[in-house]
């Protein structure tokens, strides 16, 4: 699987795995930042035949005032359960809402075609 597919599917699970925390006032309803927890998602295709397995793991939680920042160690495996790619990211709570830095899904190769660019 190629470094794209593997950026969407992580996108995708996540949010699923979101989309029904955003309005809620807590974001643990279904992804609690608790520092030592494990979370695992698997992906079936049409035949029941599993052709992923993303594991998240919350390495480190800390209070910032009102914002709950969780940092996550997610490992994609094959379905041949091989790991693939692995990687970290930040997810962030305020205000019953959940949010990620996306900058960690786009390879710092992929951003230098923009590096002179400017956005208003």
């Keep these: 699987m190629n470094y ?18 955003l309005n809620a006032q807590d974001c643990a309803t279904y992804f609690p930042l608790k520092e030592g927890a494990v979370y695992e998602m698997e992906a079936y295709d ?8 993303i594991v998240y793991n919350i390495s480190e939680v800390k209070t910032l005032g009102s914002q709950k920042e969780g940092k996550v160690h997610v490992e994609v495996y094959d379905k041949k359960d091989k790991k693939e790619q692995e990687s970290d990211f930040v997810l ?29």
Excluded: Y
């Design 4 to 21: 794209t597919k593997h950026v969407q599917l992580i996108i995708l699970s996540l949010l699923v795995s979101f989309s029904s925390v």
């Design 46 to 53: 049409g035949s029941d035949k599993k052709t992923s397995r």
């Design 92 to 120: 962030t709570c305020e205000g019953g809402k959940m949010s990620v830095d996306m900058k960690m899904f786009i390879p710092a190769s992929s951003m230098e075609a923009f590096k002179n660019m400017d956005m208003k």
